[in-house]
């Protein structure tokens, strides 16, 4: 079986900011869409979260020419 990864970073802030509420949230959206089978996640400074899905999807390759930042003040 293939395995199809989706990796999404975030750096926390301080205070919850309800980032908690949104990532339950994003994960029951997740998981009733067809071929998702999973999660895992790791936080500490930087959050880490990939989902597993067995159902291809058109991805792009770039070159990242710029990179910016966006910080909440």
Known sequence: MLIYAVIVTSERTDGDNQYAEMADEMLKLASVQPGF????SAREGVGITVSNWDLAYKTRVCKVERDYRFERV
């Open 37 to 40: 089978f999973g999660v895992e």
